[in-house]
């Protein structure tokens, strides 16, 4: 159960207009039921004509409630509320109504004006709630404070009150709950979410037609064939959903990943724009690390999609080799006059397959994510041979693979970053700023040596000059330092 919190807008006909029509077209063909609660009517624009009265009467209903008027006027009357069931799941309209009405409990939003709308546009079953928030009673303001954590809570109760957890991140404490995916990083997914589904279908297309084997005059036992094809049609349904499951995995891991390898060089930005006060140099520092998380982010996007399709068309054709072979010695049982009732309970219990060695062996997200490290492994390597091999070792060795061996962010090295700057910071803007980052800046060569010029020079004068003894310091150490990685 996905419960969202949308932006509702502050006209009631409009966004009544929006949930009973089709989007951007006059046909209302997508839209499955309307129901309403607390509303004198379930004719839509007669309940939405009531919301709107209700709204307006708020301060004359809190008087005939025995409140006092005044206090801040509600800005918005209006909520909007979706309720998203998963895929496969299929509830009724009367357990649709229900749900609703035990998350209006959950939230104390019981005595609201609600008008809910099921759409039948998406494969998933969802409802479409516009609540009025002036209670009809009293006219004060619904409580929505911290209403999306409260209805994840909720969200939770009912997955496992149903007896099937679909998001297990609810399970966690706040605090150790994974941040969810940019909106970037979330599109860089989503036609490679689509190409995966197409992908699926065509898949889903090669299941075998038993029909012809079903009405052969050798097959006597009709009934078992039955089963035969119910268990195998659960079999593939389920190796489908084994794929969605796959794919949001594998794109969760690789989020993660390069968000964690980014996030120093993140917090060693932000540290130096404290102190920064070229907002053009920042700005082109800034996009130049989002091109480069960007294109990690996608090159092992695309690497990690190509061997999750691979591995997923060779799972499935060993899958419909496994059905077949499972067909045939069904067929040689019947020809040789066998019981089949414990061979078919073996196979609706999964242990045939379990003895079959290839199906055995399955590809995970976990796995190709752990392919792709020893892959980049071996590529980074590689290229560490060759910069030594043409005497320009690479930059900082200690930072290869995303580890730090007693560098530290700009961040934790404290908050005087003019006066110790720290290695790491040195680092990023070096690597950050190899080549032009503006019109009259020179491209600056990676050597072992360190450069010949401050590589602050101009930037943060007045830090400069109140520190400067620190400064020289800080430019002697790290030189020192400069010079122990080249040689």
């Not at 970037?184 to 029909?211: I, V």
């Not at 990023?428 to 020079?457: T, W």
């Not at 790290?478 to 990685?485: D, L, P, T």
Request: hydrophobic fraction near 35%.
């Amino acid at each position: 159960m996905i419960v969202r919190i949308h932006n509702a807008g502050k006209s009631f006909q409009g966004l009544a207009t929006y949930l009973t029509h089709d989007a951007k077209a006059q046909s209302d063909e997508r839209v499955d039921w309307t129901h309403t609660l607390n509303l004198a009517h379930d004719h839509v624009p007669s309940a939405v004509d009531e919301m709107l009265w209700t709204a307006r009467s708020a301060e004359l209903l809190k008087q005939e409630a025995g409140l006092s008027a005044g206090g801040r006027q509600t800005e918005n009357a209006i909520k909007h509320v979706s309720l998203n069931w998963a895929p496969e799941e299929t509830p009724t309209r009367e357990h649709m109504i229900e749900t609703v009405e035990d998350f209006l409990r959950h939230m104390k939003w019981q005595d609201h004006q609600t008008l809910i709308v099921s759409h039948d546009d998406k494969p998933h079953a969802h409802v479409h709630l516009m609540i009025n928030t002036v209670n009809p009673e009293t006219g004060l303001h619904l409580d929505d404070n911290f209403d999306k954590r409260r209805a994840q809570k909720w969200a939770l109760g009912y997955e496992q009150e149903n007896g099937r957890i679909h998001c297990a991140q609810r399970l966690e404490s706040i605090g150790e709950r994974e941040d969810a995916p940019t909106r970037p990083a979330w599109m860089a997914f989503h036609e490679k979410q689509k190409e995966f589904e197409r992908d699926e279908n065509a898949l889903a297309n090669q299941a075998p037609n038993l029909s012809d084997e079903q009405e052969s005059p050798r097959l006597s036992n009709f009934d078992e064939w039955k089963k035969l094809k119910e268990f195998q049609r659960q079999e593939r349904t389920d190796f489908f959903a084994e794929g969605k499951s796959e794919f949001s995995e594998l794109r969760r891991i690789i989020n993660r990943e390069v968000r964690e390898e980014f996030r120093e060089r993140w917090a060693d930005f932000y540290a130096y724009a404290r102190v920064e006060t070229d907002q053009i140099f920042l700005a082109e520092a800034k996009t130049k690390l989002v091109a480069e998380q960007k294109e990690e982010l996608e090159s092992r996007r695309d690497l990690g999609c190509e061997m999750l399709r691979e591995a997923r068309d060779e799972q499935y054709q060993v899958l419909l080799e496994y059905q077949q072979d499972t067909r045939h010695s069904l067929r040689t049982r019947q020809e040789a006059g066998l019981d089949n009732t414990l061979f078919l309970q073996l196979m609706d219990e999964g242990t045939l397959r379990d003895r079959w060695p290839d199906l055995a062996t399955t590809v995970s997200a976990s796995t190709i994510n752990q392919e792709m490290k020893q892959e980049a492994k071996a590529i980074t390597g590689e290229r560490q041979v060759e910069e030594v091999e043409r005497g320009e070792p690479a930059v900082f060795p200690d930072r290869v693979e995303g580890i730090d061996r007693g560098v530290t962010s700009g961040v934790a090295r404290g908050a005087d970053i003019a006066s110790d700057l720290g290695l790491g910071l040195i680092f990023f803007f070096d690597k950050i700023f190899s080549g032009p980052v503006a019109a009259n800046s020179n491209p600056r060569p990676q050597h072992a040596e360190p450069p010949s010029r401050d590589p602050f020079e101009g930037v943060a004068e007045d830090a400069k000059k109140r520190q400067q003894a620190e400064k020289e310091e800080a430019d002697g150490e790290w030189r020192k330092r400069q010079r122990s990685y080249g040689e």
